[in-house]
Nanobody, 122 residues
Framework: HVQLVESGGGSVQAGGSVRLSCAAS??????YSWFRQAPGQEREGVAT????????LYANSVKGRFAISKDNAGNTLYLQMNSLKPEDTAMYFC??????????????????WGQGTQVTVS
């Protein structure tokens, strides 16, 4: 039974930092990602990490400010978010893909999702 459980969200002032965690259990995938969705907006891929590639993928809106990483020993996914802006306010979801090739920020290719954690930047 695959389970993804996010934590670490909260309220932060603009310019601050937050680190999100996602505890993964039940299976180890090649590809994990963070997505976000603000009220009234479409879901946006934020960052993707794939153990077969050296360089993660980032959305242009977060490049240089966010960093995705994975603790393979503990099977935990992280998203370090720095220099936060009010427009980063959203529900953040971690996701995993069982597809053979999924080096992408497109949500439809991910088939396991966490319940989300809210990040509010003011």
């Amino acid at each position: 039974h695959v389970q993804l459980v996010e934590s670490g969200g909260g309220s932060v002032q603009a310019g601050g930092s937050v680190r999100l965690s996602c505890a993964a259990s039940g299976y180890t995938f090649n590809t994990y990602s963070w997505f976000r969705q603000a009220p009234g907006q479409e879901r946006e891929g934020v960052a993707t990490i794939d153990r077969r590639y050296d360089v993660p993928l980032y959305a242009n809106s977060v490049k240089g400010r966010f960093a995705i990483s994975k603790d393979n020993a503990g099977n935990t996914l992280y998203l370090q978010m720095n220099s936060l802006k009010p427009e980063d306010t959203a529900m953040y979801f971690c996701a995993a893909s069982s597809q053979r090739y999924c080096y992408t920020l497109t949500g439809k290719y991910f088939n396991y999702w966490g319940q989300g954690t809210q990040v509010t930047v003011s």
